[in-house]
């Protein structure tokens, strides 16, 4: 058995390509360790916990429907996070879990990589108002961004949402919108980012998450989902920019490595690498 044990905890976690591509860090960072998938129903959670602490897992990551009760069960959670209620990292300190949120991190990095922009003094616009919107535009409201919108069918998630944005960061322009607003298109382009942050696109039926009468030529748009989706097509089709979910999924897998193991630089490369890989053969 490896000397490190980190995991995944879900439900269900079967699909998840994590394991290879943290996997594949610790083998190049020459680090004997290896990544577990934990699929454990809700009611189960605490007794898994349990399980993990007595195991001596250094740490792990949490997906759906965990994060709120990862959350809840942490000795501390990092600031952000706790604002945007999301936690998906967890180290183990001897039985003290610190929880963190690498999202936002995942999601400035691929922005950084695609476009070569920061996250400080940006226009960025979050199309829903779910978990991932919440860690990711929480994130970027901590982070400098000049403004956020948030468009979301249900309004008063995205006014809840836009509160807690508020709270974080005082002078960041906050607005929202529902998707079918008139304003929404010329808001759109005068954004640096668009971000799609809703579950939309996750099945290979869906419709496009964003109508497509709004994807306006220039348009920088990242899919939070990290398959082909009607959104990243028809963007291309009309001369947006657009970016899959894979930067955002490796790099906040790699966030999570450095948290873990404290190395200054994590091996992205072999990371990236693996995650392709993985990806490729699922
Ligand atoms: P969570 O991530 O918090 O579990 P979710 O229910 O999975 O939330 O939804 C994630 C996002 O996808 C939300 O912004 C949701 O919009 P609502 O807040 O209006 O529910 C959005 N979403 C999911 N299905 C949608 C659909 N068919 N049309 C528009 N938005 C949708």
């Excluded at 994060?67 to 990092?78: H, L, N, R, S």
């Amino acid at each position: 058995m490896a000397t490190q044990r980190y995991g995944l905890f879900g439900w269900p976690v079967k699909h998840s390509v994590s394991p290879q591509m943290q996997e594949a860090g610790f083998r190049a960072a020459g680090i004997d360790a290896s990544y577990e998938l934990i699929e454990v129903h809700p009611d189960e959670l605490s007794e898994r916990l349990a399980w993990v602490k007595a195991e001596g897992f250094r740490g792990w990551n949490t997906t759906v429907p965990h994060k709120p009760a990862m959350m809840a069960a942490a000795d501390q959670v990092e600031p952000t996070a706790q604002a945007a209620g999301s936690v998906n990292t967890v180290i183990n300190r001897d039985g003290f879990l610190e929880a963190h949120s690498t999202d936002g991190y995942g999601l400035a990095m691929s922005i950084r990589e695609s476009f070569d922009l920061e996250i400080s003094g940006g226009a960025f616009l979050f199309w829903g108002a779910g978990g991932a919107a919440r860690a990711t535009s929480v994130y970027f409201a901590g982070r400098g961004a000049a403004a956020i919108t948030i468009v979301n069918r249900t309004l008063s998630k995205a006014e809840d949402l836009a509160r807690v944005i508020r709270g974080v960061a005082p002078a960041c322009r906050v607005r929202v919108y529902s998707p079918a607003a008139a304003a929404v298109k010329e808001v759109l382009g005068g954004v640096d980012v668009v971000v799609q942050a809703t579950s939309i696109g996750l099945h290979a039926d869906d419709p496009i998450a964003i109508p497509a009468d709004l994807l306006i030529p220039g348009l920088r748009i990242v899919d939070m989902i990290y398959r082909p989706t009607r959104l990243l097509r028809r963007g291309a089709e009309a001369g947006c920019r657009v970016v899959d979910g894979k930067g955002m999924l490796l790099h906040q897998g790699v966030r999570s490595f450095q948290l873990w193991t404290g190395l200054a630089e994590p091996p992205v490369e072999a990371m990236r690498t693996a995650l392709h890989r993985a990806l490729e053969e699922n």
